[in-house]
């Protein structure tokens, strides 16, 4: 399970066995998100018990490291 990055206490990662399109797994503090690539951003797709202030943190992150993601997806998987 490759970890990419860790922010504000969450871990977000890829799992070994993924599928297309591009995405990345978010989790931490007993929440969840999931978030993936529509071909020009990253578009919230699941999350469970993350309070509004958290996802706002994590949305920029992902958002601030979308190149990087879809680097490291490449890398892992091609």
């Known amino acids: 399970m490759p970890e990419i ?11 070994s066995r993924e599928h ?12 969840m998100a999931k978030f993936e690539w529509d071909g020009t951003k990253f578009v919230l797709k ?8 958290d996802l706002k943190k994590i949305k920029t992150a992902v958002d601030d490291n979308a190149d990087l993601i ?3 997806w490449n890398e892992y998987f091609n």
């Open 5 to 15: 990055f860790r922010f504000f206490g969450f871990s977000f990662f890829f799992y």
């Open 20 to 31: 297309e399109p591009p995405h990345i797994h978010v989790e931490g503090k007993d929440a």
């Open 46 to 53: 699941e999350k469970n018990n993350l309070k509004t202030g």
């Open 70 to 72: 879809i680097r490291r």
